[in-house]
C-alpha cells in the first residue's frame, strides 16, 4: 500500500470548490428513476444518460472531482467507442466504483439489514483498478424506527464497512466509507444526531480495529437532520450547527475528506446545508457533497430521454455542479438559484 498515494487521491476527491457525482444507482434504482420520466430502463438508455452527464464539459471540468460508477457503466463505451471512464478522466475528474452488492435482511433483527459483497472483493478490486477506478464505496444502510437501530445492526455493518476499507486499501484505491443513516422516519434531528453518533464511533472503532489509515479514506455521511416525516423540520441554520458539532466530535483530523449524501433531501436544501457549514469553519477536514439524487433529480427531468434535449440536460446539470462547488466553498447564495430558474 502507497498511503501518500492514497491520500493523495483523497485530498484530491474533496478539493474546495469540487464534489463528487454518485452515478452508481444500482439496476434497480436507475429504472425507478427512468419510471418517473418516462424513459425505458435499457442498457443503451442507461449509457446515453450517464454518457451525457461525463460530457457534461463545464460540470465535470470545473466542479466535479470525482463520479461514482456502477459495475456495468464501469465497463461501457460511449456511443463513439471511447470508454466512459476515459471521458471522465479526460475531463479531469478521478473515476469510482460502487463495490458493495445491496443489503441483505439481517438474521434476528427484524427491520434491519446487513450490506454484503466482501466475498471475492479482493479479485473485483484488481479488476477495477486495472480499469482506471481510483476509488470505491460501500454503503451501510441503518433506519431509524421503533426499537431500532439495534447495537447487532450498528456493530455488524461497521466490521463490513471496514473490512471492505481494508481489503481497497490493500488494493491501492480509496475507501469511501459510506455509514448512511436514513431520514425515511418521523424522528426529530436529536434522535438522528444520536443514532449518527453512535454509527460514526463504532464505524471508526472497527477502522482502527482492522488497521485502515484514516489519511487515505473518505466518509460519506449523512447530515444530522429532521426525519422526511417529523412534523418539526429543524431550520437550515440548526442542520449546520449540528451536523458539524456531531462530525467534530467523531470524525478524526486525518481523515483528509467529507462527502455528505443528500439522502432524499431536495436539490437547494442539500445545497444550503453544505454551504451554512462553511460558515462555521475553519474545519478540520475537507467538507464537499457527493450527491445522487440532489445532483441528477434535474437534469434527468431536462432530458426525458430524448436526444434533442441533451444540451438541457448538460445545462441542468452543470447548473447544480456550480451550485454545489460554490456551497463547498460557502459562497452560494439562494438568489443564484433564481436567476437560472
Ligand atoms: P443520494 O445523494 O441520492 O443519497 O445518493 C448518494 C449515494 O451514493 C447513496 O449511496
Known amino acids: ?136 464505496k460501500w454503503r451501510a444502510v441503518i433506519d431509524i424506527g421503533s426499537g431500532i437501530p439495534s447495537m447487532t445492526a450498528i456493530s455488524v455493518n461497521a466490521h463490513a464497512l471496514a473490512r471492505y476499507a481494508a481489503l481497497c486499501q490493500a488494493a491501492q484505491i480509496v475507501p469511501i466509507v459510506e455509514p448512511e443513516v436514513l431520514m425515511d422516519g418521523d424522528h426529530d434531528i436529536d434522535r438522528c444526531y444520536e443514532v449518527t453518533s453512535r454509527v460514526l464511533n463504532k464505524t471508526f472503532q472497527e477502522l482502527r480495529v482492522q488497521r485502515v489509515a484514516l489519511e487515505g479514506m473518505v466518509l460519506k455521511p449523512n447530515m444530522a437532520i429532521s426525519g422526511k416525516k417529523c412534523p418539526k423540520q429543524a431550520s437550515v441554520e440548526e442542520v449546520a450547527e449540528k451536523t458539524i458539532r456531531l462530525l467534530k466530535a467523531c470524525v478524526p483530523a486525518a481523515v483528509p475528506g467529507i462527502a455528505f449524501l443528500s439522502g432524499g433531501q431536495s436539490d437547494e436544501e442539500a445545497t444550503a446545508h453544505l454551504n451554512a457549514m462553511h460558515k462555521l469553519g475553519p474545519l478540520p477536514w475537507g467538507l464537499t457533497f457527493s450527491y445522487g439524487r440532489a445532483l441528477q433529480a434535474a437534469p434527468q427531468k431536462a432530458w426525458s430521454g430524448r436526444p434533442e434535449n441533451v444540451t438541457a440536460g448538460q445545462n441542468a446539470f452543470s447548473h447544480r455542479a456550480r451550485m454545489n462547488g460554490l456551497a463547498s466553498k460557502g459562497e452560494w447564495q439562494s438568489s443564484l438559484e433564481k436567476k437560472a430558474a
Not at 1 to 9: F, I, P, Y
Not at 17 to 30: H, N, V, Y
Not at 89 to 112: F, Y
Open 1 to 136: 500500500m502507497n498511503l501518500t498515494e492514497l491520500n493523495r487521491v483523497a485530498t484530491a476527491m474533496v478539493v474546495s470548490g469540487k464534489g463528487i457525482l454518485a452515478a452508481d444507482e444500482s439496476s434497480g434504482t436507475i429504472k425507478k428513476r427512468f419510471d418517473a420520466i418516462g424513459v425505458e430502463s435499457t442498457e443503451g438508455n442507461r449509457r446515453d444518460y450517464r454518457e451525457m452527464l461525463f460530457r457534461s464539459k463545464e460540470a465535470m471540468s470545473q466542479y466535479i472531482s470525482g463520479v461514482i460508477l456502477y459495475d456495468e457503466t464501469i465497463w461501457q463505451d460511449a456511443k463513439d467507442g471511447t470508454p466512459l471512464v476515459k471521458l471522465i478522466e479526460q475531463s479531469g475528474a478521478i473515476p469510482g466504483i460502487k463495490v458493495d452488492e445491496g443489503t441483505q435482511g439481517l438474521p434476528m433483527c427484524p427491520g434491519e439489514t446487513i450490506t454484503v459483497g466482501l466475498d471475492k472483493l479482493a479479485e473485483r478490486l484488481k479488476k477495477y483498478y486495472e480499469r482506471g477506478a481510483r476509488f470505491a
